[in-house]
């Protein structure tokens, strides 16, 4: 059981893809490692490592019948993963505005100028159709500083509301 | 003094109701001097309860000095802790010597009053914010049979900092 695969699945969202999918891979004698699973505009959305002894054709093939069932997408790659390899993040930003085209690729790339390596980006569009507003949410390593980041930040004017806060996290 | 062996998740006695202690008597400020080495050896751990090395009594210890950023009341003894008062709910992110290789955000009280004995007895009233108020508010869950897995949230489920703006506050 050497093989780590990461196993993409995208589709229109509907009750029942996890517990579907899951059962083929269990049944497919494949071992789950972490995941991330998210409905996204209406599509549901998979992210997930699988352990399998077989290649990788063999593995799409175990989920093929399920995804070919719910109408996903079904994507394999082979992968260096492993377990056990979390980084926790020391910084979270939070950006919100008027949708409008750039405002990730600006924001994200004062941040990454400023040594942010991001472990977990979220973001969504609210409001209305007239009306969009765009909500993100950033958390990572302030690999040069905080303040390092606050200047970049700071330096992007007032178009969009931006607020950043350092993370201490409890060991106890 | 000693360092402990501190026990992981799932050893079922993380999930027991610890007993108040009643006898404040030399054996368990020996106790005491054995939590405290063990927790200044886990890593950069900022608090322990007692029932993390097996024993089921409520005590715990807090000491927020070595994160800069903390204020907080240096190293505390709590034992039987209440709390008597909260307010506010922030997110924040926790981690714990009892689950390895795991952090999640958990919701917390952002203050709070606190009642608790020392290692002789002698009971003190303390206010605490912010870090400090949470890492009390874990480490009393301990003394609950409770671990921080039991309260994590998504990772979508996000408050406002104090004073932000409401992004649909318009």
Redesign the interface.
């Known amino acids: 059981m050497a093989n780590w695969y990461m196993l993409t699945l995208v589709g229109p969202d509907r009750p029942g893809i996890v517990a579907r999918v899951t059962d083929a891979l269990y049944h497919g004698g494949c071992n789950l490692g972490e995941a991330s699973m998210l409905r996204l505009g209406g599509n549901f959305t998979v992210s997930m490592m699988v352990q399998h002894s077989g290649d990788a054709e063999a593995l799409a093939a175990a989920v093929a019948p399920a995804a070919h069932d719910l109408g996903l997408h079904l994507h394999v790659d082979p992968i260096r993963g492993e377990l056990h390899r979390h980084v926790v993040p020391d910084v979270r930003v939070r950006v919100h505005g008027a949708d409008r085209p750039g405002i990730v690729a600006r924001v994200t790339g004062a941040l990454a100028a400023a040594g942010l390596d991001i472990t977990d980006l979220e973001s969504d569009v609210a409001g209305s159709g007239e009306r969009p507003l765009y909500v993100l949410r950033i958390e990572g390593v302030a690999q040069h500083g905080v303040k390092a980041l606050r200047a970049a930040l700071a330096g992007l004017g007032d178009e969009v509301d931006v607020s950043l806060e350092p993370v201490d996290t409890v060991v106890g | 003094m000693a360092v402990l062996p501190v026990l992981t998740y799932p050893d079922p006695r993380l999930k027991r109701v610890a007993e108040p202690v009643e006898r404040f008597d030399d054996e368990l400020r020996a106790f005491v001097a054995d939590l405290e080495c063990t927790m200044e050896a ?8 007692a029932p993390q090395v097996g024993r089921l009594q409520r005590l715990i210890l ?1 000491d927020v000095s070595s ?1 800069p ?2 204020a907080g009341h240096g190293r505390l003894v709590l034992i039987n802790p209440e709390i008597t008062a909260w307010e506010g709910h922030v997110v ?6 009892s689950v390895p ?3 999640g955000n958990v919701i917390r009280a952002e203050r709070i009053r606190l009642a608790a004995r020392d290692a002789h007895g002698v009971l003190t009233e303390y206010a605490m914010e912010g ?1 400090e108020a ?2 009390v508010q ?2 009393i869950d301990h003394l609950d049979g409770l671990l ?1 897995l039991d309260r994590v949230v998504s ?2 489920a ?1 408050l406002r ?1 104090r004073g ?2 409401s ?2 506050g318009r």
Not at chain 2, 42 to 49: E, H, W, Y
Not at chain 2, 92 to 97: A, F, I, N, Q
């Open positions: 886990g890593p950069a751990a900022v608090g322990i309860a807090v994160r950023r903390a924040g992110r926790e981690g714990c010597l290789d795991y952090t870090f949470r890492v874990h480490e921080f990772r979508r996000d900092p932000g703006r992004p649909a």
